[in-house]
T-cell receptor, first 112, second 117 residues
């Protein structure tokens, strides 16, 4: 059974810092890995999707990497802004199934 | 990006009544839709997977007679919480996958906050 762990659980940083959020998974036979953002009381917004055959994806200030052999993915946020404050969730779909397993998320606060 | 609409965004009901939540994919056809439940400061708990035209597959521990799921078309799935009780109060979120798009990318609705009095 796939298990997904996100570290740290919470993070508070001043504006402008570059951040790294970590996601680890136990079963390396994944189909894809997706990073989401969730604002309080809201649904999830897809940030980046990395297919099993890919090593990284970039969108604006966000960069996500994938290392299947070590069971890890990182989400890099450059030049953080207060508007980046949210919970970031990692979801891993194991090979043969599109059904993702979610981590508990990292709660990020970027203060001015 | 693909849009998934969920309605209502919040609902308050009396204990013993039934509540229906709709999940629609607005600009794409969804082969599969998922229903999740989220407790405060917790991650998402998958309740069931619904495929258009077939019965939903429920996760272990989820009562299928309590949480009725219907996926009548490629753009609409509904979750009905029957005979709701206060312990059913939660945040319910749906997600959808595009038909014939083999990336497996998920798109989420905005969620529905259910409060049972």
């Amino acid at each position: 059974k796939q298990e997904v762990t996100q570290i740290p659980a919470a993070l508070s940083v001043p504006e402008g810092e570059n951040l790294v959020l970590n996601c680890s998974f136990t079963d390396s036979a994944i189909y894809n890995l997706q990073w989401f953002r969730q604002d309080p009381g809201k649904g999830l917004t897809s940030l980046l999707l990395i297919q099993s055959s890919q090593r990284e994806q970039t969108s604006g200030r966000l960069n996500a990497s994938l290392d299947k052999s070590s069971g890890r993915s990182t989400l890099y946020i450059a030049a953080s802004q207060p508007g980046d404050s949210a919970t970031y969730l990692c979801a891993v779909a194991t090979g043969g199934s599109y059904i993702p397993t979610f981590g508990r998320g990292t709660s990020l606060i970027v203060h001015p | 990006g693909a849009v998934v609409s969920q309605h209502p965004s919040w609902v308050i009901c009396k204990s013993g009544t039934s509540v229906k939540i709709e999940c629609r994919s607005l600009d794409f056809q969804a082969t599969t839709m998922f229903w999740y439940r989220q407790f405060p400061k917790q991650s998402l708990m998958l309740m069931a997977t619904s495929n258009e035209g077939s019965k939903a597959t429920y996760e272990q521990g989820v009562e299928k007679d309590k949480f009725l799921i219907n996926h009548a078309s490629l753009t609409l799935s509904t979750l009905t919480v029957t005979s709701a009780h206060p312990e059913d109060s939660s945040f319910y979120i749906c997600s959808a996958q595009r038909q014939r798009l083999n990336t497996g990318e998920l798109f989420f609705g905005e969620g529905s906050r259910l409060t049972v009095l």
